[in-house]
């Protein structure tokens, strides 16, 4: 009981507790709070007929509700009931009020028909008054804008491209912007870039014009130039001297600046005119027109384009700059090449110059300056590799000329050019070498028409043409009487004449090079000895070594050279003198002639010793001996006889000769003609000799001999010359005595009687006498009486034989 009564309670307290959560949920679902959901979740548990309780609940609470409104209702419905009443009785007097107002509506109506007619007419009025005034206002706005750009058309009509810029700016920036409301003024905003863009296409045509024509007039602008720098320079050098002959003097001065000034006023007036050739001077304005690049500057300035020109104006100038650097390939072969390349060149860089000037920006100096480096290096290229080709020094010479007004035409300008004379001292010494070429020809030339032979004068007027043209002076010619004869041929006056001019050829080239006159005077004596050196000198020695040049014109070239070597002195005298530089100058160089024409003379002389020695071989071929032959013919031979005479008329034309020439070419002769008959005795082909040769061969000695004794040349002491023949006249001695027992005991020793028989020579010949003599003995055998003899003479020279063969060998042992 106890545990039902527990439950009893338990489900009490669970009823009561579900009541009171349904009234909750009722009292929220009636107080309106959102959301609902955790009500109705309470609601709606687990516990079972919980919906339809809630749903009982909710319909009791409904229920109250409507009893409650119906009591509300019941309260105030004889209040509503007379307000319905009240309102009724209000209805008549609500429609008679409603007539009247109609009534009174219709007349006010009537009565304001006309002052709404005039009131509409008057706002009509004021609208077209105001519409008006808005145009006139508008007009004064748009009609600036309309002349603005009506002048701009009229501007590029006239190609007045710079001011229609302005006008632009002005339209943009001031008029356009008051009325930018129009449609027409959007139409002129779109026209404007347009117009600047056929602005800037026409002043870049203008531009490519004005490129192309200062292309085209490059070497009209350039001569011009190069002329007034040439006249200028004439006139500056005129002037100086005559300042310089007038120095102190202070009104001269005066009036040569006076006329300096006017002469340089005439200077730039002055030109050479092609049809009249008239003396006038255009400058680079005259001959082309400026503006175009001004006003192309001017437009792309205002467009703010300005780089984008410069760096256009740049690469177009630079690409003619390789266009003008580039020379014709023939420009070497005439001085007109020369002088259109270089017009071209000063041409350009006068433009350029003059833009630098004029405008500010488009070309900066240090533009200029990388320009010109540019050009010099490939002008200085293309000189070296054109004027190697020059062969004539004349063109050589003009191009020169050309060069250093080249150079200082632009210097005038600001150039630097100091490389351009560097260059010149490479072209001088090219000129140099084409002069060497040039006179190498004419002194063999002059060599060539020489009759190498003394010059006769016939009387004073003939001697002194001579003396006028080489500086000759002999005090014991001078006492002589005419006609006579100078002792050198026709070719050294003409030879000092041209060296003469030859230094007059180098001079040319070595003035207006700005340098001193101690370096022209230095180049000059340079230049001078390298024609003496290696031109004449070269012509010299091949002179000599000619085989038509005998041995009277050897004779007559060494003269010819000595009187050179004298005159060595004067030419130095001669460059002293145009130079105005002193001889005693520590830095003046010598000339090296007396070295030259000192070689010339041993090459000479060597060849006289040559060419007599050729002459002696010459006369020995013709020489015929019987070698075989039993007796001599008691004279001399006949060739032997003939080389003596041609040797004393030879050594006669020696007098003139310094006398160790003469000597040393006797000598070498007698010793030559010697050396040859010992050899033609000891010639390997020769297998016997004849005792009768032996005497014939002797007699031949003897004559040479004689010919040595007769003293051919003045000067040796005692008998010098005849021991060039001491080895020939010892050996014959020996066979023609017979003293071999005196040889043999006497041999090594410095007192023997043949100390300068070889015993291999005197073995050789020996054998050759004993084969002779062997022969002779079979063909004469029918002489009993001889035979004897003969053995014992041929038992002796075997003996001989052996006796030298011992001494040949211990000579050799012994070396």
């Excluded at 255009?282 to 300035?301: E, G, K, M, N, W």
């Excluded at 000329?401 to 010494?429: C, H, K, M, S, W």
Aim: charged share 25%.
């Amino acid at each position: 009981m106890a545990r039902k009564s527990k439950s009893n309670l338990s489900e009490l307290y669970l009823e009561e507790n579900k009541d009171q959560i349904y009234e909750n949920a009722l009292a929220e679902i009636q107080s309106f709070e959102l959301p609902l959901g955790t009500t109705l979740r309470s609601v709606y548990d687990d516990q079972p007929n919980a919906h339809q309780r809630f749903m009982e609940k909710l319909d009791a609470c409904i229920r109250n509700h409507d009893r409650e409104i119906e009591k509300m209702c019941n309260f105030h419905h004889q209040g509503f009931v007379d307000a319905i009443t009240e309102l009724l009785k209000v209805r008549a007097d609500a429609e008679k009020l409603k007539v009247q107002v109609t009534d009174t509506n219709r007349r006010l109506q009537d009565a304001g028909k006309e002052v709404i007619a005039q009131t509409e007419e008057i706002i009509r009025c004021r609208i077209q008054q105001r519409n008006i005034t808005t145009v006139v206002e508008k007009l004064r706005l748009c009609l600036p804008v309309l002349e603005m750009y009506g002048k701009l058309k009229e501007q590029m009509n006239v190609k007045r491209y710079y001011s229609a810029l302005k006008t632009m700016e002005q339209l943009e920036n001031l008029y356009l912007p008051r009325v930018s409301q129009y449609r027409f003024c959007q139409i002129m905003i779109e026209n404007l870039p347009k117009l600047r863009e056929e602005i800037k296409e026409i002043s870049m045509s203008d531009l490519k014009d004005f490129l192309e024509s200062i292309r085209k007039h490059s070497d009209r602008i350039g001569e011009t130039a190069m002329k007034q720098a040439q006249q200028q320079k004439t006139f500056s050098t005129t002037l100086q001297k005559q300042n310089n002959v007038n120095y102190g003097r202070n009104m001269h001065l005066g009036r040569s600046r006076i006329l300096e000034s006017k002469n340089e006023i005439t200077l730039k007036r002055t030109f050479e005119d092609d049809d009249d050739h008239e003396e006038e001077v255009l400058t680079a304005q005259d001959l082309v027109d400026f503006s175009p690049v001004y006003r192309c500057l001017h437009i792309y300035s205002v467009l703010g384009d300005g780089e984008i020109f410069e760096n256009y104006y740049r690469k177009q100038r630079r690409k003619q700059a390789r266009l003008v650097l580039q020379p014709q390939s023939s420009m070497h072969e005439t001085v007109e090449g020369y002088r259109r390349y270089f017009s071209q060149i000063v041409g350009f860089f006068v433009v350029e110059d003059h833009i630098l000037h004029v405008t500010q920006g488009l070309v900066t100096r240090t533009y200029t300056d990388e320009l010109w480096n540019m050009a010099l290096s490939k002008i200085i290229a293309v000189l070296r590799t054109h004027s190697s080709y020059c062969s004539d020094p004349d063109l050589v010479l003009e191009l020169k000329n050309l060069i250093v007004v080249f150079a200082d035409t632009l210097q005038g300008y600001g150039f630097p050019v100091n490389r351009l004379f560097d260059l010149l001292f490479e072209i001088r010494d090219q000129y140099n070498e084409t002069l060497l070429k040039k006179w190498s020809g004419l002194f063999r030339d002059i060599f060539e028409a020489d009759n190498y032979s003394p010059i006769p004068v016939a009387n004073e007027e003939e001697y002194k043409i001579v003396i006028s043209k080489f500086p000759f002076q002999d005090p014991e010619l001078d006492k002589q009487s005419f006609p006579k004869k100078l002792p050198m041929s026709q070719s050294v006056p003409q030879i000092y004449i041209q060296v003469k001019e030859f230094i007059y050829a180098s001079l040319k080239f070595s003035e207006s090079l700005h340098r001193s006159s101690t370096e022209i005077d230095d180049m000059l004596r340079k230049s001078t000895n390298l024609l003496l050196t290696r031109t004449l000198s070269s012509c010299l020695q091949n002179l000599i070594k000619k085989p038509h040049i005998g041995l009277t014109e050897l004779v007559q070239i060494i003269i010819n050279t000595t009187h050179l070597e004298q005159a060595c002195k004067y030419l130095e005298d001669f460059i002293s003198n145009i130079t105005n530089i002193s001889q005693v100058t520590v830095h003046t160089a010598r000339l090296y002639g007396l070295s030259t024409f000192k070689d010339a003379r041993h090459a000479a002389e060597g060849e006289i010793y040559t060419k007599l020695n050729q002459k002696i071989d010459e006369f020995i071929q013709i020489a015929d001996y019987d070698w075989t032959m039993s007796e001599s013919d008691g004279r001399a031979s006949g060739y032997l006889m003939d080389l003596i005479n041609f040797l004393r008329s030879t050594f006669q034309v020696f007098t003139h000769l310094p006398g160790k020439v003469a000597q040393t070419a006797c000598m070498s002769a007698c010793q030559h003609l010697s050396m040859s008959l010992m050899q033609m005795l000891l010639d390997s082909e020769l297998k016997q000799i004849s005792m009768g040769a032996i005497q014939q061969f002797n007699l031949d000695v003897i004559q040479c001999e004689l010919f040595a004794s007769s003293e051919p040349v003045p000067g040796f002491q005692g008998d010098t010359l005849q021991l060039a023949f001491i080895d020939l006249r010892q050996l014959l001695d020996l066979f023609m005595v017979w003293d071999w027992s005196t040889y043999l005991a006497d041999y090594g020793q410095a007192t023997s009687k043949y100390l300068r028989v070889n015993p291999g020579t005197a073995l050789t010949l020996l054998e050759k006498v004993h084969r002779g003599m062997r022969d002779s003995s079979k063909k004469n055998n029918i002489f009993a009486q001889f035979r004897k003899n003969d053995r014992d003479k041929q038992k002796l020279i075997e003996t001989v034989v052996k006796q030298l063969r011992g001494l040949v060998n211990g000579m050799s042992q012994h070396t």
